[in-house]
Structure formats: structure tokens, C-alpha cells
């Protein structure tokens, strides 16, 4: 159990154009999810906690109309990368909270974005 | 400094050898994970815990929550824990919810 997909695994879009990621929590139920970039060879970088029902809280320096967060059911949030640019191409991660298993994390296996 | 800093960053070791990453973290923390990252880049979730020991298969994850200090143990290691391991610590944001904050990892590769 405690199992989350993210979809796509890879996408490669041209620069200017918008890409929606999916998280899903496939077997239990998460009031919050969070999406994380990675850098290569560098440790995960929160960008912003997604609630349930309630808008998502960004952290600093992570732009919220750049990044838009809905999390409009307890097994889904999308971000979308709006007008994405190179410099936007990195790995990105989605983790859900398990309430069941004592809020403990579970990921997402990551989304490969590549913006030419 | 990092508020969660793991050692060593790389290490290397032989098929066998028993292997103990280290994490120290400055913050007050209700939870620390350890987390495996494959090349491919997935995660896996390998512990969560907040106080004493435990055990799953051949990996031991221990904390000490007076020193703020956490290893992780892999026995009888293989060529198939080579991987990224990461210690992340569950703390209180400024906005008041729950985050992890993650340390920068460490590279084991175990060679046969």
C-alpha cells in the first residue's frame, strides 16, 4: 500500500508552452501533497504544499502564477508549468501525505521535464 | 550551515562490507525519514521514525533524539543498495504546516 504515480514520466515541450503534471495517490487518501524540484546531482527543493480543497502555499521564491497548483480531489494534484522556458527543465517530484501510516511522506517516481 | 547534514557524501565499498551513513540535524524535527533514490530517480520511503530503532530486512535505521543524530546500517550490503540515501527531517514551516527538509545525500556504491 501507499503508493503515488505521476504522470508524465518525461516530457520534452517547446519554449512558451504550458505542461500539466499529474499526482495520484493510487491506494489511500491525501488531504496534502507536495511538489518538490530536483537540480541534478543536488537534493530535493520544496516548491509548494498542496491542501486539499485550499489553495497551495508556495515557498519563497517559487512563483505561484508560474506554477499552478490545484488539488481539487483527496487523490489528485496537478502543477502545470505555465509559458515554460529552459531554464524551467528539471526533475520534478510529488510526494502525499498518509494519514493512515502516521502522515509519513510516499513519492511520486518523478517527472522529467525538458523545455527547448 | 545545512540544518540537515548528511556523511559521508560518497562512499564506496565492497560487496559484504557493512555500511553506516550518518545525518545531524540543528532543528527540532517531529519525525526524520531515510529515503532511497535510484538513478532513474524515483524515491522509496525506507524509514520513518522518531525515536529508538528499527529494522526492515537487512537495513537498520537508528535516532537519537537528545544528540540529533540518525544512522542508517545496511548488512551484508550488495551491488543493488547503490543508490542515493537521504535523510530528511519532518518539521514545522512558516506557514505553519508540516515539511521535510532534506539533507544532500550520499552516494554508496558497492562493488562486486
Known amino acids: 500500500g501507499a503508493v503515488v504515480s505521476q504522470h508524465p514520466s518525461r516530457v520534452i515541450c517547446k519554449s512558451g508552452t504550458s505542461v500539466k503534471i499529474e499526482c495520484r495517490s493510487l491506494?489511500?487518501?491525501?488531504?496534502?501533497m507536495f511538489w518538490y524540484r530536483q537540480f541534478p546531482k543536488k537534493s530535493l527543493m520544496l516548491m509548494a504544499t498542496s491542501n486539499e480543497g485550499s489553495k497551495a502555499t508556495y515557498e519563497q521564491g517559487v512563483e505561484k502564477d508560474k506554477f499552478l497548483i490545484n488539488h481539487a480531489s483527496l487523490t489528485l494534484s496537478t502543477l502545470t508549468v505555465t509559458s515554460a522556458h529552459p531554464e524551467d527543465s528539471s526533475f520534478y517530484i510529488c510526494s502525499a501525505d498518509n494519514q493512515d501510516r502516521e502522515n509519513e511522506q510516499f513519492f511520486g517516481p518523478g517527472t522529467r521535464l525538458t523545455v527547448l | 550551515k545545512n540544518e540537515v547534514e548528511q556523511s559521508p557524501q560518497n562512499l564506496t565499498a565492497q560487496e559484504g562490507e557493512f555500511i553506516t551513513i550518518n545525518c545531524s540535524y540543528s532543528v527540532g524535527i517531529s519525525a526524520l525519514h531515510w529515503l532511497q533514490q535510484h538513478p532513474g530517480g524515483g524515491i522509496v520511503s525506507l524509514f520513518m521514525?522518531?525515536?529508538g530503532k528499527k529494522k526492515h530486512g537487512r537495513l537498520i535505521a537508528t535516532i537519537n533524539i537528545q544528540e540529533k543524530h540518525s544512522s542508517l546500517h545496511i548488512t551484508a550490503s550488495h551491488p543493488r543498495d547503490s543508490a542515493v540515501y537521504i535523510c530528511?527531517?519532518?518539521?514545522?514551516?512558516?506557514?505553519?504546516?508540516?515539511?521535510?527538509?532534506f539533507g544532500t545525500g550520499t552516494r554508496l556504491t558497492i562493488i562486486p
Open positions: 530528511a527531517v519532518r518539521g514545522i514551516s512558516n506557514f505553519g504546516n508540516e515539511k521535510l527538509t
Open positions: 521514525l522518531s525515536s
Open positions: 491506494d489511500f487518501q491525501a488531504t496534502t
